[in-house]
T-cell receptor, first 109, second 114 residues
Framework: KNEVEQSPQNLTAQEGEFITINCSYS?????LHWLQQHPGGGIVSLFM?????KKHGRLIATINIQEKHSSLHITASHPRDSAVYIC???????????WGAGTKLIIKP | ETGVTQTPRHLVMGMTNKKSLKCEQH?????MYWYKQSAKKPLELMFV???????ENNSVPSRFSPECPNSSHLFLHLHTLQPEDSALYLC?????????????FGPGTRLTVT
């Protein structure tokens, strides 16, 4: 079992829908990252959080440290949101990141 | 100037070839990373450099050889690769190793070994 599990693996939705992507982890962490990878490869950091909630535009990330769970929400989804969304956790014991396998999101117009 | 650049973007090589991947960061960062991303798998950390010194080699086969001549440049030298080495190779950098810093990624090199 991976230390970082994402669900769903694949998600297809219609433009305008509210999207939720989940990340669960089984290790002690100092921070959790959400990143976005568009076709073509480049990865962009969306959020880094260690508690509570962060919001940037239509994106919202939450984390529950006790439950070892984080969610990434997209409101009013748009086809340009189509990408792979990756969760990664930074261990509290060293600097390395442990990566989830990613959630492939497709938003249809 | 884009923060982290990688060249080439695409590379096809035979198993007997020798090639090198290049990464350059213009962010003044001190830590640089090589990752391998295979289809449907999580990113795999390969190598980490901190202030030009290698701090991590995650059991990577010797056919992959990193080089970090200065804090801005990172190379990955490839020789006698196997078809299973075909993947997207991503370079990243961060201000410091660990801590609360984000990693900034390059666009990746798509490698195909024939």
């Amino acid at each position: 079992k991976n230390e970082v599990e994402q669900s769903p693996q694949n998600l297809t939705a219609q433009e305008g829908e509210f999207i939720t992507i989940n990340c669960s982890y089984s290790v002690g962490i100092s921070a959790l990252h959400w990143l976005q990878q568009h076709p073509g490869g480049g990865i962009v950091s969306l959020f880094m959080l260690s508690s509570g909630k962060k919001k940037h535009g239509r994106l919202i990330a939450t984390i529950n440290i006790q439950e070892k769970h984080s969610s990434l929400h997209i409101t009013a989804s748009h086809p340009r949101d189509s990408a792979v969304y990756i969760c990664a956790v930074r261990l509290d014991s060293n600097y390395q990141l442990i990566w989830g396998a990613g959630t492939k999101l497709i938003i249809k117009p | 100037e884009t923060g982290v650049t990688q060249t080439p973007r695409h590379l096809v090589m035979g198993m007997t070839n020798k090639k090198s991947l290049k990464c350059e960061q213009h962010l003044g960062h001190n830590a640089m990373y090589w990752y391998k991303q295979s289809a449907k798998k999580p990113l795999e950390l390969m190598f980490v450099y901190n202030f030009k010194e290698q701090t991590e080699n995650n059991s990577v086969p010797s056919r992959f050889s990193p080089e970090c001549p200065n804090s801005s440049h990172l190379f990955l030298h490839l020789h006698t690769l196997q078809p299973e080495d075909s993947a997207l190779y991503l370079c990243a950098s961060s201000q410091v190793l660990g801590g609360s810093d984000e990693q900034y990624f390059g666009p990746g090199t798509r490698l195909t070994v024939t």
